[in-house]
């Protein structure tokens, strides 16, 4: 079974330093493990989250009651066996479920950071990940694998801690973010920024949420993260509840309705703020500018295994995209196999139930197990 | 198709390579001749396939694979990116064969190209005897649903190859699985052979 442990890594006399130039020490981190680690330390995957998930991969989330954001894909005798391999999956820092982020005290005011906490990167939040792996004693993890941001951070592992990682699934990602990327997240944090309540990012300490601005931006981003097709098919033009429009403003349309609910619940369990600073990382991840302008240079020593995979109606993170880092793969000789999945579901489907993504990846971890 | 699939048509490519070499399949079906191949000869292979099926079972075999189509794909291989690229009764049903060729030579120093051969006695006299498209237990589709669009003759490969600056080094009789150095057109192979398989590279 699995259990939330919260960890203090680094240290004031030992900082992470981040890529802004500033440090912080300690810091903290969130996880949870599931199965067992074996006595080799050889059977460890790591599970990397998106922008609003967090480190109840596989079991239940304290806040919303709800089963982990993929227990379909991992748990025992599932796709990823947790009675095979060891799990950690841990929040990444700026998240806001326990690991250190802008609503965590600043050591050195006493007070909430607020904006005052450090503008970190993707590659900060793998250093973090890094201190965490050392901590377990891993030398290396058998599996690196996420979706959205979380394939980001896969890819920065692959980049930055080549010997570490034996095998990858960057699943639904990109490289770097394309203007339109950062468009929508932008819209999002002006959203939020938008709010009376946020108050300068100090709402906690006045006591209130900005909870209109936050549900509004993840309004907008939940219609990225859905195709046309489907929300076609959910919703087409059906109301709510009735059965004529009633020329108002309220919900008559059963999407908007959908919609209030999605950022509505969503505020419960996230936090503004970090919405704002993982934004940012995602916006700024950019391996290719990182790396003298090549992709080629950015994965030069990695020796991994690695199965990319894209969704068909995915049009946040186009298969286009994905293919740009199959592509650089490919070019480095490496082990890399690439599946497009046919689905209506959009960006959203990497977290939602396709047999046919399990069963892929359920494939290429037990042969790729077997050649450790 | 069914026309390839017997371990001596697998024996045949095996003994084409050197061990070890780094090997493309292209239209790689479930990986049976890769996993074949690497069991054999220690080879290094990828595959590439445009089924999803088919490519779990490449996955589950361990062999890596690439979602994606000979006539759209190949481009984003760099030259010489393998020693030897194989394509076995896939160029028929391609949209460019000829662009598919070059591209296959480009990408890799050797390639081992198969085809159903047209020119084969039996077709010809059942499109004399009949009038109608051939279809036989290896050639089962009708021509209306076909997923093969350019058929050829043995000849046709050849004229090909010519026009394309393409070297043919050896042919293969699946016949009696011999290897032959490829020295010109011979007129029984045509006519004769129910399919053409040569080792071919850039002139």
New interface residues.
């Given amino acids: 079974m699995s259990k939330n442990t919260i960890v203090e890594l680094a240290s004031s006399k030992n900082p992470l330093v981040l890529d802004c130039g500033k440090s912080i020490g300690p810091i903290k981190t969130a996880y949870t493990t599931y199965g067992k680690l074996n006595d080799s330390k050889s059977n460890a995957i790591l599970i990397c989250h998106a922008l609003t998930g967090d480190q109840y991969v596989a079991s239940e989330h304290p806040i919303t009651k709800k089963d982990g954001w993929w227990s379909l894909l991992i748990g025992p005798g599932k796709s990823i066996d947790t009675d095979k391999y060891f799990i950690i999956c841990p929040n990444v820092i700026g998240g806001c479920m326990g690991s250190t982020g802008p609503n965590e005290k600043n050591p050195k005011t006493g007070r909430e950071y607020g904006l005052d906490f450090p503008v970190i990167t993707i590659a900060d939040m793998v250093k973090a990940q890094k201190l965490l792996i050392d901590s377990l004693g891993i030398k290396k993890l058998f599996s690196v694998i996420g979706g959205s941001m979380g394939g980001m951070l896969v890819l920065e592992w692959l980049s930055k801690f080549p010997s570490l990682v034996f095998s990858a699934i960057p699943i639904a990602t990109t490289t770097s973010h394309s203007a339109q990327n950062i468009a929508l997240n932008e819209l999002a944090r002006q959203a939020i920024m938008a709010d009376p309540e946020w108050k300068s990012g100090n709402y906690n300490e006045h006591n209130t949420k900005p909870t209109k601005g936050l549900s509004v931006a993840r309004m907008a981003a939940h219609i990225s993260y859905l195709s046309e097709q489907s929300l076609h098919e959910k919703f087409g033009r059906n109301l709510q509840d009735k059965t004529k429009i009633e020329f108002s403003f309220d919900a008559d349309f059963q999407v908007e309705s959908y919609l209030r609910h999605q950022g509505f619940k969503f505020v419960d369990r996230f936090d503004a703020n970090s919405y704002l600073y993982i934004t940012r990382a995602m916006d700024y991840f950019d391996l290719k500018t990182d790396n003298n302008g090549s992709l080629l240079e950015a994965f030069k020593d990695t020796k991994a ?1 690695i ?1 990319c995979a894209s969704f068909t109606s995915d049009w946040l993170y186009p298969t286009s995209e994905n ?1 740009v880092i ?2 650089t793969f ?2 480095l ?1 490496l ?8 689905t209506d579901n959009g960006h959203d489907s990497f977290l939602l139930n396709e047999p ?1 993504f399990f ?2 990846v359920e ?2 971890l ?3 197990y ?2 450790l | 198709m069914s026309l390839f699939n017997t371990d001596k048509d697998f024996n045949v490519i095996s003994n084409m390579i050197p061990s070890g070499a ?1 090997i493309i399949d292209v239209g790689c079906g479930d990986g049976s001749l890769l996993d074949y191949l690497a069991k054999k000869k220690n080879i290094n292979g990828r595959g590439l396939e445009i089924d ?1 099926d088919k ?14 189509d000979a006539d759209i794909d190949l481009i ?3 030259n010489k ?1 393998f020693d030897y690229s194989i394509l076995t009764y896939t160029l028929q049903a391609t949209k460019k064969p000829k662009e598919v060729l070059e591209e296959l030579v480009r990408i890799s120093d050797k390639a081992i190209v198969s085809f159903p051969n047209f020119g084969y006695w039996k077709i010809r006299l059942n499109l004399l005897l009949n009038g109608t498209m051939p279809v036989s237990d290896d050639l089962s589709y009708s021509w209306y649903e076909t997923p093969n669009l350019h058929f050829c003759t043995i000849f046709d490969f050849i004229n090909l190859c010519e026009e394309s600056n393409i070297k043919i080094e050896k042919k293969c009789n699946l016949k009696n699985h011999s290897i032959e150095k490829y020295t010109k057109k011979n007129w029984f192979d045509n006519f004769l052979l129910e399919s053409g398989m040569f080792l071919i590279s850039k002139k």
């Fill in positions: 295994h199965l293919k199959t592509k490919n070019a000789g082990n890399v196999s690439f599946v497009e999945i046919d046919e069963h892929t494939g290429f037990d042969a790729t077997k050649k | 780094n999803q490519i779990r079972e490449c996955l589950a075999k361990g062999i890596a694979v690439m979602q994606g984003d291989y760099p990116s």
